[in-house]
Antibody
Framework: EVQLVESGGDLVQPGGSLRLSCAAS????????MGWFRQAPGRGLECVASVRRDGNEKLYVDSVKGRFTISRDNAKDSLYLQMNSLRAGDSAVYYC??????????WGQGTPVTVSS | DVVMTQSPLSLPVTLGQPASISCRSSQSLVNSDGNTYLSWFQQRPGQSPRRLIY???NRDSGVPDRFSGSGSGTDFTLKISRVEAEDVGVYYCMQGAHWPFTFGQGTKLEIK
C-alpha cells in the first residue's frame, strides 16, 4: 500500500525557516517524480515544487523561487522541502504527492504551516 | 500560468440525480508528447484530495464507474451519473501539461 507521511509543520514567525519531510513507503520511491502542494485555509490547491526521480531536476512555482528548496533522499525514501524567508502568505497545509502521468496519484495527509508573529 | 476555470462553483444535487462540472483552461492541455493532461480530484471534508480521473477520461483504481471524464483541448467535463451521499465534497480539475501545474477554484457538491 502506498503511503506518504508528512511531518515538520509548525508555527513560525515571518522571515523564519522550516523543513518539511515526507516519508514514502509501499512503492519504489526512486521511480517517481515527487512534489509538494499546498492549500491555504478555506482556499484551493496550489503547486509548490517538484523533483525528478534522480533529484537532478527541480521545478518551482514563481512565488517560492529563491526561498524554498525541494530535495529527496532515495536511499531513505524521503522527500524534503526547506522553506526560508517565510511569509504570511505561505501559511497552508502542505501535502506531499507522488506524480504519475503528469498528475498526482497519491497524497499524504498534510502538515500545517502557520507563519505569524 | 495556465488558468483553470470551473463552473459551477456550488452544485446542489438531489440523491440519485446526475451532476456535471465544467473545467476550461486558458491554453490547450495537449502536451508535446501528444497526451492531454487533465485530472479530476475529489476532496471530502477533512480529507486530503483523492484523484478520480487522469488524462481526461482514465478512471483511477477503486473509483466508482458512475464517475466519468470527457473533453479535449481546453474544454473538459466531469460527470457523476447518479449522486450518492459519499460524493459530497469539493471537486477540482488540474492541468499537468504546463509547469506549474494549476488547479481550478473547486466546485462544492452538496446534497439538496
Amino acid at each position: 500500500e502506498v503511503q506518504l507521511v508528512e511531518s515538520g509543520g509548525d508555527l513560525v514567525q515571518p522571515g523564519g525557516s522550516l523543513r518539511l519531510s515526507c516519508a514514502a513507503s509501499g512503492f519504489t520511491f526512486s521511480g517517481y517524480w515527487m512534489g509538494w502542494f499546498r492549500q491555504a485555509p478555506g482556499r484551493g490547491l496550489e503547486c509548490v515544487a517538484s523533483v525528478r526521480r534522480d533529484g537532478n531536476e527541480k521545478l518551482y512555482v514563481d512565488s517560492v523561487k529563491g526561498r524554498f528548496t525541494i530535495s529527496r533522499d532515495n536511499a531513505k525514501d524521503s522527500l524534503y522541502l526547506q522553506m526560508n524567508s517565510l511569509r504570511a502568505g505561505d501559511s497552508a497545509v502542505y501535502y506531499c504527492a507522488r506524480l504519475d502521468w503528469n498528475s498526482l496519484d497519491y497524497w499524504g495527509q498534510g502538515t500545517p504551516v502557520t507563519v505569524s508573529s | 500560468d495556465v488558468v483553470m476555470t470551473q463552473s459551477p462553483l456550488s452544485l446542489p444535487v438531489t440523491l440519485g440525480q446526475p451532476a456535471s462540472i465544467s473545467c476550461r483552461s486558458s491554453q490547450s492541455l495537449v502536451n508535446s508528447d501528444g497526451n492531454t493532461y487533465l485530472s479530476w480530484f475529489q476532496q471530502r471534508p477533512g480529507q486530503s484530495p483523492r484523484r478520480l480521473i487522469y488524462k481526461v477520461s482514465n478512471r483511477d483504481s477503486g473509483v466508482p464507474d458512475r464517475f466519468s471524464g470527457s473533453g479535449s483541448g481546453t474544454d473538459f467535463t466531469l460527470k457523476i451519473s447518479r449522486v450518492e451521499a459519499e460524493d459530497v465534497g469539493v471537486y477540482y480539475c488540474m492541468q499537468g501539461a504546463h509547469w506549474p501545474f494549476t488547479f481550478g477554484q473547486g466546485t462544492k457538491l452538496e446534497i439538496k
